[in-house]
């Protein structure tokens, strides 16, 4: 069997490909609010890869025969390790129900990651066996791509632009049937993004915008590294744009701090190929450069790196409050280490971590009388209860640490958090010049989840690299 065989179905390789696109940058436009308009045809796109790939396999009979080496098996049983570990942490947290769905405007579930955990496993599948070829691989990330960074631009102009069925509208609440009492947030989308969100792209959020460009970015970077064609550089150019406008410094990090670590990798290893990286650097400049220009012309108010040079004193507003988060998360570890609180942890956790009648009383609602105390209602919600019995909501600022190895130690545990950190290694351990697009994509995936965490929107890019990078080095001869 020739793992480089081309399908012989060529509507397999069609719906293959379909799907790919689908889970890397769909949207529904007639759905209603961020999961049905972004995150659905996320998930849609990652089920119907999974069952097709598998489908294509048994069809064309190309699993017989098929050998996988000790790293293939490192990495299966880590990503089948960190899925029970998370079903564990589901039955066992205090808002199972929350576990198994997941934050709604991100969709990172029990549910979810099971069925990320068959998509990158797919994706291995589907390459090693030759039912989706390497070229038509990049083919569906480098269109992804572009329709990320193609979908910025009109909302820089118009905020509003939300590509939905709903767009250009602003969000109005009515609070009674007749909607004669009504309330319209005019900084807000009908379909629920707020303005410093955007811009969103295909995303519900700028910051996971900012994530999936970086990420499919290092992808165009690495082939182009691999090599250099004007093409991929223009396109590359095209997303390193549109990154610039997201505004997002976990997405600048991502992209440009991997590029940096490469670039200085091949000064030392492959001094052959540092003008190619020079040449990625000098349209990174040239897009930043246009950023700013536009920015001038008053297209965005620009950000601008002089930014860093804030003080020690100002690092948590300048870290948009995430040092405080971190130090809540780093509280709440120790309550649950093992199996931690279910997926999205840290909306679980925080209220836990909270001191509500020491040093964060000023946190306590100032209807509430002190002493209070933390009472869980039904799933999902938590309320304080002060000494005359009256309850409030218990306020939780964000739903996530935007640390993804902190989101991840409270969610899974210490024993989810190592099984999946053991996957990322075993994959990376495969890493090959042949791969390095791949290679590059995990790599920014782990620097954008410094300050950001796994989502719909970015995580399957992570999943699709891992897949892709314990394949056999013969698959991506001449790709």
């Known amino acids: 069997m020739s793992s480089l065989a081309t399908p012989s179905r060529p509507l397999l390789g069609g719906v293959l490909s379909f799907a790919l696109v689908l889970a890397l940058a769909g949207i529904n436009p007639w759905g209603g609010g961020h999961e049905g308009v972004w995150n659905a045809p996320r998930e849609a796109g990652m089920a119907l890869f999974a069952l097709t790939a598998l489908a294509g396999v048994l069809l064309e009979r190309r699993g017989r025969?098929?050998?996988?080496?000790?790293?293939?098996?490192?990495?299966?049983?880590?990503?089948?390790?960190?899925?029970?570990?998370?079903?564990?942490?589901?039955?066992?947290?205090?808002?199972?129900?929350?576990?198994?769905?997941?934050?709604?405007?991100?969709?990172?579930?029990?549910?979810f990651w099971a069925l990320g955990v068959a998509f990158a496993w797919a994706v291995f599948l589907a390459l090693e066996t030759g039912v989706l070829s390497p070229r038509g691989l990049y083919g569906a990330l480098l269109l992804a791509l572009g329709l990320h960074a193609l979908a910025v631009f009109p909302q820089v102009v118009d905020w509003k632009l939300d590509y939905t069925q709903t767009q250009g509208q602003t969000y109005v609440r009515c609070f009674d049937r007749e909607r004669t009492d009504c309330y319209e947030n005019p900084d807000a989308t009908a379909s629920g993004v707020h303005r410093g969100?955007?811009?969103?792209?295909?995303?519900?959020?700028?910051?996971?915008?900012?994530?999936?460009?970086?990420?499919?970015?290092?992808?165009?970077?690495?082939?182009?590294?691999?090599?250099?064609?004007?093409?991929?550089?223009?396109?590359?150019?095209?997303?390193?744009?549109?990154?610039?406008?997201?505004?997002?410094?976990?997405?600048?990090?991502?992209?440009?701090?991997?590029?940096?670590?490469?670039?200085?990798?091949?000064?030392?290893?492959?001094?052959?190929?540092?003008?190619?990286?020079?040449?990625?650097?000098?349209?990174?400049?040239?897009?930043?450069?246009l950023y700013l220009a536009l920015g001038h012309m008053g297209v965005q108010e620009p950000r601008r790196f002089p930014e860093l040079g804030a003080s020690f004193a100002e690092a948590n507003a300048y870290s948009s409050g995430r040092l405080e988060l971190w130090r809540k998360a780093?509280?709440?570890?120790?309550?649950?280490?093992?199996?931690?609180?279910?997926?999205?942890?840290?909306?679980?956790?925080?209220?836990?971590?909270?001191?509500?009648?020491?040093?964060?009383?000023?946190?306590?609602?100032?209807?509430?009388?002190?002493?209070?105390?933390?009472?869980?209602?039904?799933?999902?919600?938590?309320?304080?209860?002060?000494?005359?019995?009256?309850?409030?909501?218990?306020?939780?600022?964000?739903?996530?640490?935007h640390n993804l190895f902190l989101d991840l130690l409270l969610s899974v545990g210490v024993l989810g958090g190592a099984a999946y950190l053991l996957w990322l290694g075993a994959a990376l351990r495969q890493a090959s010049w042949a791969k390095l697009p791949f290679a590059l994509a995990v790599a920014g995936y782990l620097l954008y989840g410094l300050t950001w965490y796994d989502s719909v929107h970015v995580t399957p890019l992570a999943l699709l690299a891992l897949g892709a990078l314990v394949t056999r080095e013969e698959v991506w001869r001449g790709a």
Do not use: C
């Not at 990503?79 to 709604?104: E, K, R, V």
């Not at 095209?238 to 976990?250: E, M, P, S």
């Not at 992209?255 to 940096?260: E, F, I, K, P, V």
């Open 197 to 289: 969100q955007m811009p969103i792209g295909l995303t519900s959020h700028r910051g996971h915008a900012a994530g999936a460009l970086a990420l499919l970015g290092l992808v165009a970077a690495g082939l182009y590294l691999r090599g250099p064609r004007p093409g991929l550089l223009l396109l590359f150019g095209l997303g390193a744009l549109a990154l610039w406008f997201t505004q997002t410094r976990g997405g600048w990090l991502a992209l440009w701090g991997t590029l940096a670590l490469l670039a200085l990798g091949l000064a030392w290893k492959r001094p052959g190929r540092l003008r190619p990286a020079l040449a990625l650097f000098l349209v990174g400049a040239l897009s930043y450069g």
């Open 65 to 111: 025969g098929l050998s996988v080496g000790r790293g293939v098996f490192i990495a299966l049983w880590a990503s089948a390790g960190f899925l029970l570990a998370g079903a564990a942490s589901t039955l066992l947290s205090p808002q199972p129900i929350w576990s198994w769905t997941g934050y709604p405007s991100v969709g990172d579930g029990l549910r």
């Open 330 to 401: 780093l509280a709440a570890l120790p309550l649950r280490p093992w199996l931690g609180w279910g997926f999205d942890g840290y909306a679980r956790a925080y209220p836990q971590a909270v001191d509500w009648n020491g040093e964060d009383r000023r946190l306590v609602p100032v209807a509430l009388s002190l002493p209070v105390r933390l009472v869980q209602g039904e799933d999902r919600l938590f309320y304080l209860e002060d000494p005359t019995g009256l309850r409030l909501l218990a306020p939780a600022p964000y739903a996530k640490a």
